[in-house]
């Protein structure tokens, strides 16, 4: 049930918002009618309309929160008499992605877009993204508390909205989040990325001609399919190269690798899908030592190129150093970390360990993982830099 309820979210939000205007309200009141099916339902049964049901609810839960204003209470009932028909009762109408634009407005920060998403589009509540986020229920409340002002302050409507390409970044945003936790004791939050996954797939519902949407699905699905690898059974990290590769998951490569190869020769090509292109290619390695990395690199110079940024560059190092050996890497590091953004990043010095100890500098290497682990704040993460650190010892 929690599922329906999360796919429907959306569209009842979008059905509300579409016929009286003001997300701020429209919003609290879908909170409060998924409350009362989340509670109602498993008592009384399934309406035979979950859709519709919620959207009465809501709609008359939304006149009732304005209802102290006389005034104002007359203006919202003749709206509702005069709107046209509701659109959850017309075949084909699916505000969801409106939805996805209007959380993903310009105005907002993007911890704001993220936060708006996963509660207006996800349907989480307040609590469980605080969960997921590792902060106080209080302060995410007031931070989508003020990015509901902030859309309203900015004069946005269902019409004016965010572009897809905000959308996906925050997708993609969320979905790091849950693969690679950037802090606390757990590796993945496995709630954050399956969420991010479940919205993806709802996103190209809407736009499935979208290469980037499309590929950026594609690559959700290849990273997550080697998750049941990534951690020992003490939570300790494995790299890529260690892992078990029996424990991936065959039939998510599977349709990730089938998505990434239809978009590719029929859409304009985009980041989302380069990446999902270097994902397939590890995913299709039986063995680490099988993995082409000429391949790989030729997709990073094309992702380099048309979407260049730190953690691209770094990662294409790697591949430089896998192709051309590791002193081509280290030269290449050497000038890519007096990038701002990559100076003192203990991905650097991690990029630079590794390479060190496959050009046999064990000592400098242990260094550099040590000096890794302490600039990281993941506790899996500073595990294994340490680990690595000791067996160089």
Same mark, same amino acid.
């Given at each position: /049930? ?5 796919? &429907? ?6 059905a ?6 003001d997300f ?10 998924? &409350?009362a099916?989340?509670?109602q339902?498993p ?6 309309n979950?859709?519709?049901?919620l959207?009465?609810v809501?709609?008359?839960?939304r006149?009732e ?18 709107a046209p028909?509701d %659109? ?9 992605l409106? &939805?996805?634009?209007l959380c993903?407005h310009p ?6 877009q993220?936060a708006?998403?996963l509660?207006?589009?996800g ?5 469980? $993204?605080a969960?997921?986020?590792?902060v ?6 007031q931070r ?7 859309i309203?302050?900015a ?10 390409e905000?959308?996906?970044?925050? &997708?993609?945003?969320?979905f ?11 590796l993945?939050?496995?709630e954050l990325?399956?969420e991010? $996954?479940?919205?993806a797939r709802?996103?190209?519902a809407?736009l ?8 950026l699905l *594609?690559? /959700?699905?290849l ?5 049941? *690898?990534?951690?020992r059974?003490?939570?300790?990290l ?15 490569i599977?349709?990730?690798?089938a ?13 989302y899908?380069?990446q999902?292109?270097?994902a ?12 082409d990395?000429p391949?790989?690199l ?9 979407? %260049?940024? %730190? /953690?691209?560059t770094?990662?294409r190092?790697v591949?430089?150093? /896998? ?6 890497g280290?030269?290449?590091?050497s ?6 953004a ?8 991690a990029?630079r *360990?590794h390479?060190?100890?496959l050009?046999?500098d064990?000592?400098n290497a242990?260094a ?23 067996g160089?010892?």
């Open positions: /049930m929690n599922t329906l309820l999360r796919d &429907l979210a959306p569209q009842v939000l979008g509300l918002v579409r016929k009286f205007g701020d309200t429209c919003e609290d009141a879908v909170q409060e009618a998924l &409350l099916a989340s509670v339902w008592e009384q049964g399934m309406p035979e979950p859709k519709s049901w959207i009465t809501a709609s008359r839960r006149i929160l304005l209802r102290s204003d006389t005034a104002r209470q007359r203006r919202e009932e003749t709206v509702a008499a005069t028909a %659109p959850a009762l017309v075949p084909g109408v699916d505000d969801s409106t &939805l996805f634009l993903c105005s907002l920060t993007e911890a704001s993220v708006l998403t509660r207006a589009v349907g989480l509540t307040t609590a469980e $993204i969960r997921a986020y590792l106080p229920e209080a302060t995410l409340a989508i508390s003020r990015a509901k002002q902030k309203k302050a004069g946005a409507s269902f019409h004016v909205a965010g572009d897809v905000a959308v996906l970044k925050v &997708l993609y945003l969320i790091n989040e849950g693969y690679t936790a950037s802090s606390g004791e757990s993945h939050r496995v990325s399956s991010a $996954i479940r919205l709802q996103l190209r809407q499935p001609d979208n290469g980037e949407v499309t590929g *594609a690559l /959700m699905l990273t997550d399919a080697r998750r049941p *690898a990534r951690t059974n003490d939570g300790a494995v790299p890529l190269t260690d892992q078990d590769r029996t424990l991936w998951d065959a039939a998510t599977n349709e990730g690798v998505l990434i190869s239809s978009t590719l020769s029929t859409s304009e090509l985009g980041p899908q380069v999902a292109a270097i397939a290619v590890h995913s299709e390695a039986h063995k680490a030592e099988d993995t990395w391949q790989i030729a997709l990073y110079d094309v992702l380099d190129r048309i979407a %260049p940024g %730190p /953690m691209v770094l990662n190092i591949a430089v150093a /896998m192709v051309h050996g590791p002193a081509a280290l030269a290449q590091l000038t890519a970390e007096q990038d701002p990559l100076a003192g990043h203990h991905r650097v010095h990029v *360990a390479l060190l100890d050009d046999g064990s000592d242990r550099e993982y040590e000096l890794a682990a302490r600039r990281t704040l993941s506790l899996p993460e500073q595990r294994y830099l340490r680990s690595r650190a000791e160089l010892a």
